[in-house]
């Protein structure tokens, strides 16, 4: 196979999952494994907006920022060539999710108690704003039949370390990164 038979701009992998699942941390230990960049679309929307995330929930409401993150992500999805983290609810908007469809996507699976310890319960995620277990508890409900639907692979992140975490992704795409 040539080189030019992939797009170099095609994502080596999109990871997936709740708040608190590791994206972004798994994410870029996994790039650098693979020695490709790493891209979170929560961060480029941050960048672009010169605002964070919850103030733009605030400043100009979910709608909008639903909007701004499915342009985000397919914008990343077409650009990237590295490690893409999504949102926790950016699968939930069905254009976002038929782009999947031609990606490698990860979802990192979590309990609802270790995503609680790891986003902390004074949280200023605009989602998980007043009980956060409760929030949490109903957006993975919500969201599980997306995840499991627009994954290539699923790692469990419940009770396991940065580390091995990053070892079983890696594992599972190193046949898609630069040999």
Request: glycine share 10%; aromatic share 4%; proline share 3%.
């Amino acid at each position: 196979m040539t080189s030019s038979a992939v797009p170099t701009t095609k994502p080596v992998l999109v990871l997936v999952g709740a708040p608190g699942a590791g994206k972004s941390s798994i994410g870029r230990r996994v790039a650098s494994r693979l020695n490709v960049p790493f891209v979170d679309t929560d961060q480029l929307i941050e960048n672009s907006a010169g605002m964070s995330v919850s103030d733009i929930f605030v400043t100009l409401g979910e709608a909008e920022f639903r909007r701004i993150e499915q342009e985000t992500v397919a914008g990343a999805l077409r650009e990237q060539n590295g490690v893409v983290a999504l949102g926790g609810g950016a699968v939930m908007n069905a254009s976002t999710s038929a782009l999947l469809g031609q990606q490698c996507v990860i979802w990192l699976r979590v309990n609802v108690s270790d995503a609680v310890n790891r986003v902390g319960m004074n949280t200023a995620r605009p989602l998980l704003l007043g009980n956060v277990r409760g929030q949490l508890k109903s957006l993975m409900d919500e969201r599980t039949p997306t995840y499991e639907a627009v994954s290539t692979y699923i790692v469990d992140t419940s009770g396991k370390s940065l580390k091995v975490v990053a070892d079983e992704v890696a594992a599972l795409v190193g046949g898609h990164g630069n040999d």
